[in-house]
């Protein structure tokens, strides 16, 4: 089966610009949820969203967006972005149900923004 | 107080030794625990997952867990070269669905 798809791999926008990545989660998984990962931290909690709903948020900037469509896939949206934002943007698929929570990544959309 | 901390690195075993990676966090309700490695320059991999107090074994890892103290482990036994990577521990706290991490331990395995 396959496993959680990302694209693009690699992003170089300028200061002001707007983003779009995408995320097709594991066949049979219904939840997607986004985190951001800068050098040398661990991944910090953006988004999750579960049946098209939004089931959490985290520490993020209105400038930061997403959505999940009927067939699972999702999008994160970042707006007027900042040097700041240059990170590996991680989407990680779950079951979704009551007491799953294991968690798998994609391989991750590196951004730079210039 | 950070909600996750591990210890820190990097942590250098020869090969074929125990490397012991240790992570504590601060919500006492926390149900879900992992451990992620993660090679430099690519995603992080679910290696382990833990819920219930005592030790986990998967082939040459060993998670543990101990809620009383809020603590989680896990060792890896005969490292190997390609066990060189950074490792995060991951922490599902009470209802949140959302993963909350450790900064990671560096671990290389030295031939």
């Known amino acids: 089966d396959a496993g959680v798809t990302q694209s693009p791999t690699h992003l170089i926008k300028t200061r002001g610009q707007h983003v779009t990545l995408r995320c097709s989660p594991i066949?049979?998984?219904?939840?997607v949820s986004w985190y951001q990962q800068v050098l040398g931290q661990g991944p910090q909690f953006i988004f999750q969203?579960?049946?098209?709903?939004?089931?959490g948020r985290g520490n993020f900037p209105d400038r930061f967006s997403a959505r999940q469509f009927p067939n699972y896939s999702s999008e994160l949206n970042v707006n007027a972005l900042l040097l700041g934002d240059s990170a590996l943007y991680l989407c990680?698929?779950?079951?979704?149900?009551?007491?799953?929570?294991?968690?798998?990544f994609g391989p991750g959309t590196r951004l730079t923004v210039t | 107080q950070k909600e996750v901390e591990q210890n820190s690195g990097p942590l250098s075993v020869p090969e074929g030794a125990i490397a012991s990676l240790n992570c504590t966090y601060s919500?006492?309700?926390?149900?879900?625990f992992f451990w992620y490695r993660q090679y430099s320059g690519k995603s992080p991999e679910l290696i382990m997952s833990i819920y219930s107090n005592g030790d986990k074994e998967d082939g040459r890892f060993t998670a543990q867990l101990n809620k009383a103290s809020q603590y989680v482990s896990l060792l890896i036994r005969d490292s190997q070269p390609s066990d060189s990577a950074t490792y995060l521990c991951?922490?599902?706290?009470?209802?949140?669905?959302?993963?909350?991490f450790g900064a990671g331990t560096t671990v290389t395995v030295r031939a």
């Open positions: 919500d006492r309700g926390s149900q879900s």
């Open positions: 066949s049979g998984h219904k939840s």
């Open positions: 990680a698929s779950s079951l979704g149900g009551s007491g799953s929570y294991e968690q798998y």
């Open positions: 969203y579960y049946e098209k709903e939004e089931r």
């Open positions: 991951a922490v599902n706290m009470r209802s949140d669905y959302k993963l909350s």
